[in-house]
């Protein structure tokens, strides 16, 4: 609980009563290496911050060479497929933990409690939901202006642990180059 409140620590102060109101609401999970938590088609029904562990963004594919991924959270971060998550609809793509994940996770029957019973939930929920939206402007924004190499550049800059941990098939699919053009971008670095 402690990298949740530091992490919300940053964003706003949170009252006492707020604090205790919002962890009543929370669920830790353990979620096992490679598991899909959430699948292709699934009304996504929680927002989760990651204590510890890496999970994937993808769209299956029915070759699974073929996935795409398009995302990576990490430790004290948030995930969610937020789409499906605000609108209650189907989720067009899934969730898998790559190592294994702990999280913090609330409903979203459960969220909207907060947002209505605490003078606090409504700014978090706006701050986080604007953290989010940058980090997807900024996947976009790379995806359209630098070029491969420097999109692989710019992901192990920011995350250099990403080589342990993420297979190199999925850092391949989210710069959106094939495994092949990936290796011969390693070559010559």
Do not use: C
């Not at 707020?18 to 899909?36: G, Y």
């Not at 941990?165 to 010559?188: C, D, E, H």
């Amino acid at each position: 609980m402690q990298q949740i409140k530091a992490y919300l620590d940053q964003i706003a102060h949170i009252s006492s009563s707020d604090w205790q109101f919002f962890t009543s609401k929370l669920q830790r999970r353990e979620i096992p290496k490679k598991t899909i938590f959430l699948k292709l088609n699934e009304i996504e029904n929680h927002i989760s911050f990651i204590e510890s562990g890496v999970v994937r963004l993808f769209i299956p594919k029915e070759d699974s060479e073929k996935e795409i991924t398009f995302g990576f959270s990490f430790k004290n971060q948030f995930i969610s497929a937020y789409d499906s998550f605000l609108t209650q609809t189907p989720s067009a793509y899934q969730l898998q933990a790559l190592t294994k994940t702990t999280i913090l996770s609330i409903t979203y029957k459960d969220l909207q409690d907060v947002y209505n019973n605490t003078q606090i939930g409504n700014l978090i929920g706006r701050l986080t939901a604007e953290r989010l939206f940058l980090l997807k402007s900024k996947r976009e924004q790379n995806l359209l202006n630098l070029s491969a190499e420097e999109r692989y550049l710019s992901l192990f800059k920011e995350r250099p642990e990403l080589l342990k941990v993420i297979p190199l098939k999925y850092i391949s699919s989210y710069i959106g180059v094939t495994p092949q053009a990936l290796s011969r971008i390693r070559k010559r670095i």
